[in-house]
């Protein structure tokens, strides 16, 4: 319900009320997580006959919001991980970086929302330069496994190079 009312137009609106002064509802924590209303205003006309049917715009609409709050827990993930490296910069930034980024793994065959958010996080750490290796990209796109597998052997075989580096020293 809190994805779906605030793309709905008036008529919509009204067939979701349908007789009714209000509905309440509370949805994931992700979505708001608190009690919410949806009430009819006095003097409201009744609602249009016919089924509430979805269109392109509210379908669209939907899956933008839903877009955004990944993006968002990709920016709250990208905080929690790299504070050295995001503790500069705005959500703006971060939010810009994590659409780049998840557009750059689309492109790559990653499906996998780990996956997204350790490319998110690879992408910050070495300054977006990663992505732009022409072997890593060929490796993760046609590795002997799916893309998701393949990332995830260069993933975890890259960091434990840092650690050897580290401790070297």
Same mark, same amino acid.
């Given at each position: 319900?809190?994805?779906?009312?605030?793309?709905?137009?008036?008529?919509?609106?009204?067939? +979701?009320?349908?007789?009714?002064?209000?509905?309440?509802?509370?949805?994931?924590?992700?979505?708001?997580?608190?009690?919410?209303?949806?009430?009819?205003?006095?003097? !409201?006309?009744?609602?249009?006959?016919?089924? +509430?049917?979805?269109?392109?715009?509210?379908?669209?609409?939907?899956?933008?919001?839903?877009?955004? !709050?990944?993006?968002?827990?990709?920016?709250?993930? +990208?905080?929690?991980?790299?504070? $050295?490296?995001?503790?500069? =910069?705005?959500?703006?930034?971060?939010?810009?970086?994590?659409?780049?980024?998840?557009?750059?793994? @689309?492109?790559?065959?990653?499906?996998?929302?780990?996956?997204?958010?350790?490319?998110?996080?690879?992408?910050?750490?070495?300054?977006?330069?990663?992505?732009?290796?022409? @072997?890593?990209?060929?490796?993760?796109?046609?590795?002997?496994?799916?893309? $998701?597998?393949?990332?995830?052997?260069?993933?975890?075989? !890259?960091?434990?190079?840092? =650690?050897?580096?580290?401790?070297?020293?």
């Amino acid at each position: 319900m809190a994805q779906i009312i605030p793309t709905l137009s008036q008529g919509q609106y009204l067939r +979701l009320l349908g007789p009714a002064n209000a509905i309440i509802f509370q949805p994931d924590e992700e979505w708001g997580g608190s009690i919410m209303r949806a009430s009819r205003k006095d003097g !409201t006309a009744p609602a249009p006959r016919g089924l +509430l049917a979805f269109n392109t715009r509210n379908i669209d609409e939907i899956e933008d919001q839903r877009r955004e !709050t990944v993006v968002g827990k990709r920016v709250a993930y +990208l905080r929690k991980v790299a504070p $050295d490296f995001t503790a500069a =910069r705005s959500d703006v930034e971060l939010r810009d970086l994590v659409r780049r980024q998840d557009a750059q793994a @689309e492109e790559l065959g990653l499906k996998l929302e780990y996956s997204r958010k350790l490319w998110a996080f690879m992408m910050l750490i070495s300054g977006e330069k990663s992505g732009q290796i022409p @072997e890593v990209r060929a490796y993760i796109r046609s590795g002997p496994k799916d893309p $998701d597998q393949n990332f995830a052997v260069l993933f975890n075989k !890259t960091k434990s190079v840092v =650690r050897v580096h580290r401790r070297a020293g």
